[in-house]
């Protein structure tokens, strides 16, 4: 009995080194005297002593922090950009095989990629259309990731660092966007008001009982506004009268035309005889 012992602990020993138990998010790949014979998982694993070898993945999605990365823009300006990479593996056999390490191989692409795309483009497309910038990184990733079995699902800028001179200077043009907007919707409001007495004046012109509807207004508000003050009324025909000036001319009728030339008196035909006798004496001899 006490030989069975032994055998009893060695068959224990081979149990133990040789059964595995994998999780639902993970994959085991065997290799059995250094070829590798697939993935297995999840569940129960059972391995051979010595000459088989496990290696697990993880299938989850893992979130990397890219660091933040010294990036010239296209513009020539000067940032920091940071990011984070969601991805996961879909091929344990390629992830293993094709790469040492694909957990940092994915890291420095991404670092190298993320200052390739971000020095391409501009500052205001990185500002204005972070999205573009975003699935052109994630293409690309996805591209060079491919081979090794893993898959890039999405790629997010985190935070753009600028200088302290480009963001007094986009402060800047921020405020001279406003006050443009401001001096155009003031503008537009005056011309529509404009429009408006425009279109007031006229009505009142052609019915002057609105501009009588309008007094009668303003004094109801003047009156709800100060109850100390006494608001005398005064008919607006009244205060029309005064800027009416009558006229006295008669003016000329139709058929009675002034005559011009009897303004200037006719001369006299008649010449008066003198009366001096030898100035009539010089006359009778001629």
Not at 17 to 34: A, C, D, P
Not at 129 to 147: F, S, T, W, Y
């Amino acid at each position: 009995m006490y030989t069975l012992i032994p055998i009893l602990a060695i068959v224990i020993f081979i149990l133990a080194t040789s059964l595995r138990v994998l999780n639902e998010y993970e994959r085991g790949v065997i290799f059995r005297l250094g070829r590798i014979i697939g993935a297995k998982g999840p569940g129960l694993i059972l391995l051979f002593p010595i000459i088989d070898r496990m290696t697990k993945l993880s299938m989850r999605t893992f979130a990397m922090d890219v660091p933040n990365q010294d990036v010239i823009t296209r513009d020539n300006v000067s940032i920091k950009v940071n990011a984070v990479v969601y991805f996961r593996v879909v091929d344990p056999i390629k992830a293993i095989l094709e790469v040492e390490d694909y957990m940092y191989a994915t890291s420095q692409i991404s670092q190298t990629t993320l200052r390739s795309v971000c020095g391409g483009v501009e500052l205001d497309e990185i500002l204005a259309h972070r999205d573009k910038v975003n699935e052109r990184v994630q293409g690309i990733l996805d591209q060079h990731a491919g081979p090794w079995g893993i898959k890039v699902a999405n790629v997010e800028l985190k935070y753009i660092d600028l200088p302290q001179e480009m963001q007094r200077a986009m402060a800047k043009q921020a405020e001279a966007e406003r006050e443009r907007r401001a001096k155009v919707i003031n503008a537009e409001g005056e011309y529509q008001a404009a429009t408006r007495l425009a279109q007031a004046a006229t009505i009142i012109a052609v019915r002057p009982e609105a501009l009588q509807l309008r007094y009668l207004q303003t004094m109801r508000e003047m009156a709800a506004e100060s109850h100390a003050a006494t608001i005398l009324p005064i008919p607006l025909d009244f205060i029309r009268s005064f800027f009416h000036v009558p006229t006295h001319a008669a003016a000329p009728q139709p058929d009675q035309t002034p005559d011009p030339a009897a303004q200037y008196p006719k001369p006299d035909s008649t010449v008066e005889a003198p009366s001096d006798p030898l100035q009539n004496q010089q006359l009778g001899d001629a």
